[in-house]
């Protein structure tokens, strides 16, 4: 009974209206991590995300919660914050045993993990829907839906097994049923508009042309670099005229400690086609104002100042040669 109690950790925070300020799709998850090494050795590493921003940590041994962004804490107060630390300390106290007690039953193999994750998602100002999971060595295992819990595809007869067992439960059903559609909404909700000024701040990217890797003879790799943008979506593309690169080859959007984001294209071409092609990035943060780097740009600025010290060079020798003869 208590471990699916428990599970239910969240702060209690009413939302205020901040789903109509968002009009793209974020969402809210929280994750606990439950490591069972042997019968006796358990670890736990718990967090909570905003899409990939994280807002918090946990500490598994001082039982704290650790809040990484200012806005974290939201309009909570500390006696909330400590009861919820207080009810996840017992959680953790409670849960192993569940699982130690079923290894054989439900043919657990040591070590393995068993991750607890709930969260919503908002699509457009609206919460689409909020959710409690549990999964198994990373494969979905069972989840929460319509007041009982229900096996996963993905979980065999292990998750026939463990629903039979969790839906005995009513009353622990019927808080969780609470806690999915009131408590999860409520928090999401009061955490967006506690991070609003943050989440929907606008940063403009900075970009530049390089060279990769030589792909091979008579062949270059021009890479488009986009870096330190907010928010992530971003449209990057190679061109030539109004025409699109078709070989363009983007890398994953990539974080950097500040929350901004990075991101590079790279197209593989003839060395005689380069003629023409330039980088073009467009970023909420513009105003319409797209960049647009022409590939020959950085090479001409390079001539012009290879062009200027071979100048040098030649009327500095010459002027040692006059005053020698002199």
């Not at 559609?181 to 000024?197: E, M, T, V, Y």
């Not at 091979?216 to 190679?238: A, D, E, I, R, T």
Request: aromatic share 14%; with cysteine; net charge neutral.
């Amino acid at each position: 009974m208590l471990f699916l109690q428990l599970v239910l950790l969240v702060v209690f925070l009413p939302g205020g209206d901040s789903e109509d300020d968002f009009q793209e799709p974020v969402s809210f998850r929280i994750i606990l991590t439950t490591s069972f090494y042997n019968h006796s050795w358990t670890q736990y590493q718990g967090s909570a995300w905003l899409d990939e921003l994280q807002t918090h940590g946990w500490n598994s041994k001082t039982g704290a919660f650790i809040f990484l962004q200012p806005w974290s804490k939201g309009n909570c107060s500390n006696k909330e914050l400590k009861e919820q630390e207080r009810s996840l300390n017992i959680f953790c106290a409670r849960f192993p045993p569940i699982f130690h007690n079923h290894v054989s039953q439900w043919q657990l193999e040591y070590p393995f993990q068993v991750q607890v994750v709930k969260g919503c998602e908002l699509n457009f100002g609206k919460v689409l829907e909020c959710y409690l999971r549990i999964a198994y060595q990373g494969l979905d295992l069972v989840n929460f839906q319509n007041m009982t819990w229900q096996p996963s595809p993905e979980g065999g007869s292990r998750a026939q097994e463990i629903c039979k067992l969790f839906n005995q439960y009513h009353v622990v059903n019927k808080i969780a049923h609470v806690h999915i559609n009131d408590i999860l909404p409520r928090f999401f909700l009061g955490l967006l508009d506690a991070g609003k000024s943050y989440l929907q701040r606008q940063v403009r990217p900075e970009a530049w042309l390089s060279t990769g890797p030589s792909p091979g003879p008579g062949h270059l790799l021009l890479v488009c670099h986009v870096s330190g943008f907010y928010p992530k979506p971003v449209w990057v593309m190679w061109m030539r005229g109004e025409q699109e690169q078709q070989g363009t080859q983007r890398s994953n959007i990539l974080p950097h400690a500040d929350g901004t984001w990075y991101l590079q294209m790279s197209l593989d071409v003839k060395s005689r086609e380069v003629a023409g092609l330039y980088c073009w990035a467009r970023h909420s943060s513009l105003g319409g104002q797209d960049i647009v780097l022409y590939w020959e740009q950085p090479h001409s600025v390079g001539l012009v100042f290879l062009a200027v010290t071979a100048s040098l060079v030649l009327l500095a020798g010459l002027a040692l040669w006059l005053w020698k003869r002199w």
